[in-house]
Structure formats: C-alpha cells, structure tokens
C-alpha cells in the first residue's frame, strides 16, 4: 500500500496549489481519503474527506471555503486545491487512507485517530 503526497512549494500569499495524493496497492473507492497537515509545533489538523465511490466530500468547519477535495478513481488520485493561500497554511500536508467512508461524517477532530495508511507529506510554504 502506498499513498504519496505530492505538489507542495513556496508560494507567495494569494496564490493557489494543487496538491495530489497517488495511492497504490488498494482499492480507491473502498477507502476514504483525507487531507492532513502539521504546521511547526502545532498539532495534526484534518482537512477535508472524500468517498471516491461517489464522490462525497465533507471539510473541517474551519477548512471550507478554500480547500477543495477531489479524486480521480481511473488515476487512483485524490488531489487538494488550496485557494487564497495564508502564510497560516504553511505546514506539511498529509493524505491517508481508512477503509470505508463513515469516519468522514465525524468531527475531523477525530479523523485521524484510527487511519489505516498514510502517506509521506509534502510541504507548503507560505511566504512572500
């Protein structure tokens, strides 16, 4: 199983990223997806979900507006749009994968308590 992160970088404020999440060794659609990340001495904060058997998605109250989660079943590729990017969204960005989609319609507080697979970050610097 391998889930990887990718398409982070410096980017000055106002601006946008893509980020993606290539998964391999499991079926997509049977597994949720989020989006993580850990800024510097902060605690690991849930994004955003998805259930690419049908494309459900769901955000951390204080994640929407600006993050979009999204997926691509034929790629086995799920990807993160980050609009009007903050220097406050600097941290590395994670995806992970639990089996199922019903941990999704949790508080992402309680996200990542029991993931089954992760995948090694990418970092997003916010800087001018």
């Known amino acids: 199983v391998q889930l990887q992160a990718s398409g982070g970088g410096l980017v000055q404020p106002g601006g946008s990223l893509r980020l993606s999440c290539a998964t391999a060794g499991f079926t997509l659609a049977q597994y949720g997806i989020g989006w993580f990340r850990q800024a510097p001495g902060q605690a690991r904060e849930g994004i955003a979900c998805i259930d690419t058997s049908d494309g459900s998605t769901y955000y951390a109250d204080s994640m929407k507006g600006r993050f979009t989660i999204s997926g691509d079943n034929r790629k086995n590729t799920v990807y993160l749009q980050i609009d009007t990017l903050k220097p406050e969204d600097t941290a590395v960005y994670y995806c992970?994968?639990?089996?199922?989609?019903?941990?999704?319609?949790?508080?992402?507080?309680?996200?990542?308590?029991?993931?089954?697979?992760w995948g090694k970050g990418t970092q997003v610097t916010v800087s001018s």
């Open positions: 992970a994968a639990r089996y199922g989609s019903a941990w999704c319609l949790l508080p992402a507080a309680q996200w990542d308590d029991d993931m089954d697979y």
